[in-house]
């Protein structure tokens, strides 16, 4: 899984549990967008664009209530409201050895008035 926001933080409740099921494998970097959302970022995957958003990726444990704890903390499934607030999604991950496919969670809503992080990196 790939990383770039909120779920980065120590001291947020869902940060620490995907820390505590995971493990670290490396930096890493997908080409698109990083909006301020408010309390949180928002990142839309552009394949054709030369910007990227940076985050962390992760190698999740084998459990599956993992990521439906992910999945409700992002707002993203059939319970949640629609249309849903993230959508998890596999997409390729630029790593300084390799890519690699990860699963990401993207904005789901329009940006529109939201501004973008043009570095790239969230910094809460």
Do not use: W
């Not at 529109?112 to 969230?122: D, E």
Request: proline share 6%; hydrophobic share 35%; with cysteine.
């Amino acid at each position: 899984m790939f990383v770039y926001g909120t779920l980065l933080e120590n001291d947020n409740e869902f940060g620490a549990f995907l820390k505590s099921n995971s493990n670290h494998i490396t930096s890493g970097s997908f080409n698109g967008y990083l909006y301020d959302l408010g309390e949180y970022p928002g990142a839309i995957y552009d394949p054709l664009t030369k910007q990227q958003v940076f985050g962390q990726v992760l190698l999740l444990d084998n459990d599956p209530a993992i990521l439906k704890t992910l999945d409700e903390y992002e707002g993203f499934g059939e319970e949640d409201d629609q249309p849903d607030l993230f959508i998890r999604r596999i997409i390729p991950v630029h790593t300084d050895k390799k890519i690699m496919d990860c699963y990401v969670y993207l904005y789901n809503l329009p940006v529109t008035g939201c501004p973008q992080i043009s570095s790239g990196i969230y910094n809460a």
